[in-house]
């Protein structure tokens, strides 16, 4: 079992913690803080000094200037942001230095405590081609793959034509489909490589790059991971993300629709059994793609909060914020979470959509002022969103606006309880998503459980209505930070 599982005895106590992230998630943290009777500190950008949850949290301390170097990915801001604010610990949300083995160990080497998995595992299993190859010295099936190549398109290409086309370029030390580039020939691989690492880049701090096997049309499932720091896990049911428009999450559910139970049921015993064996802790999600053929197959592990955790707490009845916290200051999990989740069938079916400023046809950003802003309301529906109306949406950073979760006693009724929510969604002053998605919602193979990674091409090839096809101005960009 790896050391950091015996690195907490007692529980570490907490008082102030510092939210190193913006938007959604800092807003979804500061809550989860609250409920636990711990003080919070948020920081902020330039561009985000307007943001409400600012004035939710205990303290608020300006970063720097808009850019995410000058500001959320700026390590020595943040440290200094934490010790200016007496803080104890740091929660890096998702995104931005969620991953980041080098910060994780700056804010331990502080005297704080990281809210997330021990440096060694984000190290680890947060790189993704580490990721792979400890899996599949644990026994995981894997698609071909190399390891991290070197900025020298002969070695990449010899790569590419090795493990076979189509590949996908990803970035080894990011997430969340962000720089990842599907290549059909050799013909594409140069122009790919060089947008893939300016994003990596850009995003993550590091342009690092590896290519993987490009399966076609799988389902996208994952299994969400809470783990405490002495050898306990629990695998809290699956989420279906495979409604992804470039490898970027759009819809996601709990649990999978249609999936052979006993074959859900036997992958999480085994993931549950292999992460108790290393010791892994606190939170992470194992990301698999399942074809009829080949079953489950790794992809990637997730050494963090996921963005779409929401759908897993309307089944489960666990606020995984709270227990990722609590869990990171070393407290047993059979303390944190109720006995319901160790085998109990979960409660209903969840599906979150994401909503963003951006154009629903062309799918560019769509900056500016929110004139209009108004969730929807009703039962069964959860919004979460890190705006409020007269904020300003800017270009530095991930469009999204918020994330609409309908629940309902089965897939039929959250899927129109979705529907009516995004429908009542009013937003005025960007252009957003919410056409788009609802023609994803209306579709008859979403409609009918036929979910694959393809879907969302299915869907754009249907004819639009005439109101999803207004013409835009805006440039196309790729600002998916966090």
Request: glycine share 8%; aromatic share 6%; with cysteine.
């Amino acid at each position: 079992m790896n050391a950091a599982t015996n690195a907490y005895d007692t529980v570490r106590p907490l008082r102030r913690v510092l939210v190193a992230n913006r938007g959604a998630v800092a807003a979804r943290i500061i809550r989860a803080l609250r409920a636990l009777g711990l003080e919070s500190v948020a920081v902020y950008s330039d561009a985000d000094a307007g943001l409400p949850y600012l004035r939710e949290a205990d303290v608020a301390l300006r970063l720097g200037e808009a850019p995410p170097l000058a500001s959320y990915l700026d390590q020595d801001k943040l440290l200094e942001a934490a010790r200016a604010s007496g803080a104890d610990a740091v929660h890096p949300g998702y995104g931005f230095l969620s991953e980041n083995a080098a910060f994780a160990e700056r804010v331990e080497a502080a005297g704080l405590c990281f809210i997330g998995p021990s440096p060694h595992w984000i190290r680890r299993l947060g790189h993704k081609t580490e990721a792979r190859s400890f899996m599949a010295a644990q026994g995981m099936p894997l698609a071909p793959s190399s390891g991290v190549l070197p900025d020298d398109m002969d070695t990449v290409a010899a790569a590419a034509a090795r493990i076979g086309y189509p590949v996908l370029i990803k970035p080894a030390g990011g997430g969340g489909g962000i720089g990842m580039v599907p290549v059909r020939d050799a013909a594409a691989l140069a122009a790919a490589w060089q947008q893939a690492r300016s994003v990596a880049q850009r995003s993550f701090g590091q342009a690092e790059l590896y290519l993987e096997k490009l399966v076609e049309q799988p389902r996208h499932i994952e299994f969400q991971v809470l783990a405490d720091r002495h050898g306990g896990v629990r695998i809290l049911w699956e989420r279906d993300c495979s409604v992804q428009r470039r490898h970027q999450k759009v819809i996601e559910e709990a649990r999978a629709h249609g999936l052979d139970r006993a074959e859900v049921e036997a992958m999480a015993a085994q993931l549950s059994a292999l992460l108790s064996g290393i010791g892994y802790d606190v939170i992470g999600t194992v990301e698999m793609l399942h074809t009829p053929a080949a079953g489950f197959v790794f992809l990637e592990m997730n050494t963090r909060l996921q963005v779409e955790h929401a759908v897993t707490e309307q089944i489960a009845g666990v606020d995984i914020v709270a227990a990722q916290i609590r869990l990171a200051r070393g407290e047993r999990i059979g303390d944190v979470l109720p006995a319901c989740t160790g085998g109990v069938p979960a409660q209903g079916h969840a599906i979150e959509a994401r909503v963003y400023a951006e154009d629903p046809v062309r799918f560019f950003p769509s900056p500016g002022p929110l004139e209009v802003f108004r969730p929807p309301q009703g039962e069964g529906v959860r919004v979460e969103t890190g705006y409020a109306e007269g904020c300003r949406v800017t270009p530095y950073y991930d469009p999204m606006l918020a994330k609409v979760i309908a629940t309902g006693a089965g897939r039929d009724e959250a899927i129109a309880r979705l529907r009516a929510a995004l429908e009542g969604f009013a937003i005025t002053g960007v252009k957003t998503n919410i056409p788009f998605i609802l023609r994803v919602l209306a579709h008859p193979d979403f409609l009918a459980g036929r979910i694959d990674t393809a879907l969302v091409q299915r869907v754009l090839a249907a004819p639009a209505r005439h109101d999803e096809t207004d013409e835009t101005d805006e440039t196309p960009t790729d600002k998916r930070v966090a």
